[in-house]
């Protein structure tokens, strides 16, 4: 394999380019769905290719292919510079990178106990058909259980010198329940939504999340939701969960502090970010409560691994302190803009991909309170829990959550179960409401396994740490 | 551009049919291979320049085991004889360890009389045009667009430049041997200007020489000047146009929450106990037809299955779901042709929809609204509620004021909360032209409409 790499980083240097990297990938994934304690979906994936970019001419090139031979390294070494070139007819500025010193050679292993892929599919099954049955009830029209496995290994040279080896391995599952009468359907979700929690960790993180101990309940409140009171239109202290939270700060501080967006490389698709080049250092995008970072260095994230897809080390990035924006998610590229350099935040979700920007594990600080008390500190407001549907414009200001369920609250106490609640706000507005944010033992790091940006569209894993959190004046139950 | 040599016509058929005969050796209830190769070119651009460009050569092959009723999958991408005699093995260890899908009764047999001739099956879905097309010639082109559009040098385009080569061979033990070769050819291309001024195009095709720069240029232009200096406006329910573009992608969102039979039998489909009443205005027709070459056509599914036109909405009326062979079977119907790849929790899904076109112009639209908003293009919408087609999303790429029959002036983008079906029931007015736009697995053709009433429930800041 080496020898075959270094023989496509060697075509691209002969054939004029100033810079190459290569990367070959090998993926196994296992998903499991059951649906009504039935088996819907059971498969198995294996793949793998390379794939090649270049600087040619000042302007990027990107070849990959699923034949690792050499007559493929070659032929696609020389599309990619072939590609590179026709791009430089159409090219305002040359490409430059920022500088990453040594160049790197290391290994790289993500720890865990259980390898999920050693566990017998039979037990996998028992355990989803034990909760799926926990969760049936009269009117419970769907019960669905997921788990999912992946093991990802990529070598990754570049003409620089670099040469590094990562294997990351990870898991997760999820149960939801579906309770349908004539006019409308609800869903309860365990442990969040997008079925279920992930990290890169063994099986052992899927014996801990105890699908079965929460099955019963989960049934119960899907049901309880086809009779339980509309969600009021009114302006209220809002308290989010902890996996809400998360979606929360993925979508307006995640997405917005990628320095691509702001650069208009996604204009076309996803959008830009209203958090614009002079906000550096220079906005005030929270509440002095508000401590956001993205942290790569997580043992057992989504979003954690040892080095980017530049070969840059993984790192711990401040995006918001006290409330102040100070910081972008960079690559090497974006970063020399800035006269920086990469913070480590480059990601492909595969070989036949570019790499982009990919928020790492964007994670909110947790602060000081407990959740019960925070409940007893709040005279009125709404309770709400996990994520059922997400929205925000072009340049993630103006957004749109609906979650599973909510609660009233009144009197510090919470109340009667509410259904169909929705919130809305402006990012910078409702982050600088923000009020409370629980403590470290209610802080959780949830993995999204849905995160899609680019074209083509790339879905990648990544990880969130947070607390509930209480927001002041915001808009719920709007839209019915 | 160019197309992987090592797999044509024959070799692909020949290599499906070895494993075939693996599963009959392994005493292989019934077995189902698919084979897809791809050769893709993607050209994307932002800030008037280009940023990213790319080309893949990939394989996908799909083993399906069936042991009595329990079925089990892997996906693998080699053309190894070897290691896909492995993945049959592995699909069948698989489909031992579960339990009985006891809706499923049998893969689709091989149904040669619906199935278009081969040669008919080519003249629909390949275009050599789009097949040679090179990286060269498309960076030029979008070096024509951007001149054509930005003459001040004020403006700023991006967007994305795909073309495709695929080929697709399905086979299985009860007989179905399908084979097909595609191009595709799609641009997307959004503008910005001075003074928040923006705009949006899109090209989808088979054929690629049925991109018209010159056109696709002008639309940009002409939307771009018009939006300059958006200006707020209160949220509220107002009558709304919707450009092909917005129609297209509404149409999208309301196929997903329930033109499937999956959806009607778990329930959650707007159509449920809806069958033969007035859903929507009488204005409406909606139906999928994969041999209409107006859209991107495919003649089969991923089961091999010839498609069959369904109508899904007629005259207003909920007439119709499509099925695959596992929905199908379980309500003992034949499949309409509409199976994604296995396995596939989403159930079939329409993926050549059209909806009619009336006798409107869109100008006549305008002309008939005191006071309403024209909208260009949906952003990141999200459904609230599938059974109630509740929808929230924001307006983008021009929106537009209209009162006293006039445009006067751009708009900010703006939030909307609004149940499909209730606004397809205000339907005034259907556009008198059709355009095909892409969406996450096909295309739809629509035309423009206005409705009576769509809910604001936002604003922003751009």
């Known amino acids: 394999m080496e020898e075959l790499m270094r023989e496509g980083l060697k075509k691209a240097q002969e054939l004029n380019a100033s810079y190459a990297d290569i990367r070959w990938i090998d993926t196994k994934i296992e998903s499991i769905q059951l649906k009504n304690g039935q088996v819907e979906g059971l498969q198995s994936i294996t793949d793998s290719g390379f794939g090649i970019r270049v600087i040619a001419n000042g302007s990027w090139g990107f070849a990959s292919s699923c034949h690792f031979d050499r007559d493929e390294v070659l032929r696609t070494a020389d599309m990619a510079v072939r590609i590179a070139k026709s791009s430089a007819r159409v090219q305002k500025h040359e490409i430059v990178m920022a500088p990453q010193g040594k160049p790197v050679e290391k290994k790289y292993e993500n720890k865990y106990k259980h390898d999920p892929f050693e566990v017998p599919l039979e037990d996998k099954l028992a355990l989803l058909s034990d909760a799926s049955k926990l969760m049936e009830r009269s009117d419970v029209k769907l019960s669905a259980a997921f788990m999912s496995a992946f093991s990802q290994h990529k070598r990754l040279m570049t003409t620089e010198g670099t040469d590094i080896e990562q294997t990351l391995v990870g898991c997760g599952a999820g149960i939801e329940a579906t309770a349908v009468s004539s006019g409308e359907s609800h869903k309860r979700s365990y442990p969040c939504s997008f079925h279920g929690n992930y990290g890169t960790r063994g099986y052992e993180f899927i014996k801990k999340l105890n699908l079965t101990d929460h099955a019963e309940r989960v049934g119960k409140e899907a049901v309880a939701l086809l009779d339980a009171d509309p969600c009021p239109k009114k302006t209220t202290n809002l308290i989010l969960d902890s996996s809400q939270v998360a979606l929360q700060v993925h979508e307006s501080c995640g997405h917005p502090t990628e320095l691509d967006r702001v650069l208009g490389y996604e204009s076309s698709f996803a959008g830009e970010s209203f958090l614009t080049l002079d906000k550096r250092n220079n906005f005030k995008y929270g509440s002095e409560f508000v401590n956001i970072n993205a942290d790569a260095t997580i043992a057992g994230g989504l979003g954690s691994f040892a080095f980017d897809d530049e070969g840059t080390r993984a790192q711990k990035i401040r995006l918001v302190s006290e409330g102040n924006f100070v910081g972008y998610m960079m690559s090497r590229e974006t970063a020399s803009t800035l006269n920086l350099t990469s913070n480590g935040t480059m990601r492909a979700t595969n070989w036949n991909r570019i790499p982009l920007i990919r928020m790492t594990n964007v994670n909110l600080q947790p602060g000081s309170w407990n959740f019960d008390e925070l409940i007893e500190d709040t005279k009125s407001g709404v309770y709400m829990l996990t994520n059922r549907s997400w929205s925000i414009d072009d340049k993630r200001l103006n957004f749109q959550f609906g979650t599973e369920v909510a609660y009233e609250v009144e009197a510090g106490e919470l109340g009667r179960m509410l259904k169909n609640p929705v919130y809305s706000g402006m990012t910078p507005q409702f982050w600088a409401d923000c009020d409370a944010i629980c403590g470290k033992d209610d802080w959780q790091l949830w993995g999204v396994p849905n995160c899609g940006k680019g074209e083509p569209m790339q879905i990648i894993g990544v990880g969130h740490g947070a607390a509930p959190a209480r927001f002041k004046k915001v808009k719920v139950g709007v839209g019915k | ?462």
């Open chain 2, 1 to 462: 551009m160019m197309e992987d040599p090592r797999i044509d016509k024959t070799t692909t058929l020949e290599l499906l049919g070895n494993v075939l005969s693996h599963g009959v050796m392994n005493k292989i209830d019934q077995l189902e291979a698919v084979l897809i190769t791809t050769d893709k070119y993607l050209t994307r651009f932002a800030k008037s320049q280009i940023h990213q460009h790319m080309a893949e050569r990939n394989v996908d092959v799909a083993i399906r085991v069936v042991a009595g009723k329990k079925l089990g999958s892997v996906h693998l991408n080699s053309l190894e004889l070897p290691r896909l005699e492995g993945a049959v093995e592995q699909a069948q260890k698989i489909a031992r360890v579960q339990g009985e899908n006891l809706d499923f009764v049998s893969l689709p047999s091989y149904d040669a009389d619906r199935l278009p001739p081969v040669a008919d099956i080519e003249n629909l879905t390949y275009y050599n045009s789009t097949a040679v097309h090179s990286p060269e010639a498309k960076s030029n082109e979008i070096k024509e667009l951007i001149d054509l559009t930005t003459t001040k040098k004020e403006e700023d385009l991006a967007g994305a430049y795909l073309t495709e080569i695929s080929r697709v061979a399905i086979v299985n033990s009860l007989g179905v041997e399908v084979y097909m070769p595609t191009t595709l050819a799609s641009l997307n291309v959004n503008i910005t200007g001075p003074n928040g001024a923006t705009g949006y195009a899109e090209f989808t095709s088979r054929d690629v020489k049925e991109l018209n720069l010159k056109a696709v240029g002008k639309e940009l232009k002409t939307r771009c000047r018009l939006s300059r200096n958006p200006k707020p406006l209160p949220a509220k329910t107002y009558p709304t146009i919707f450009e092909h573009y917005a129609v297209g992608e509404l149409l999208i969102y309301l196929s997903g929450m329930g033109f499937s039979a999956k959806a009607v039998s778990e329930g959650w489909s707007f159509m449920c106990d809806k069958f033969n009443e007035k859903i929507v205005s009488p204005k409406i027709s909606i139906w999928d037809d994969g041999l209409d070459a107006r859209g991107l056509p495919i003649p089969f599914d991923f089961e091999g299955m010839p498609k069959q036109r369904v109508d899904l909405i007629e005259k207003g009326e909920a007439k119709g779901v499509v099925y695959d062979s596992l929905t199908a079977g379980r309500e003992g119907k034949i499949s309409t042709g509409h199976a994604l790849p296995a396995p596939n929790p989403m159930g079939p899904q329409p993926v050549n929809l059209f909806m009619n076109i009336g006798e409107s112009d869109i100008s006549e639209m305008i002309e008939d609204t005191k006071e309403g908003i024209l909208v260009t293009r949906i952003h990141y919408a999200n459904p609230l509620d599938p059974k109630q087609t509740l929808l929230t999303g924001m307006t983008r790429d021009g929106t537009f004021l209209i009162e006293k029959g006039e445009i006067t002036g751009a708009i900010k983008n703006m939030r909307f909360t609004q149940s499909l079906v209730e606004m397809l029931n205000t339907t005034k007015m259907v556009g008198n032209t059709s355009k095909s736009t892409r969406s996450w697995y096909g295309t739809c053709s629509v035309p423009c409409m206005k409705v009576g009433k769509f809910k604001f429930t936002g604003t922003t800041e751009h």
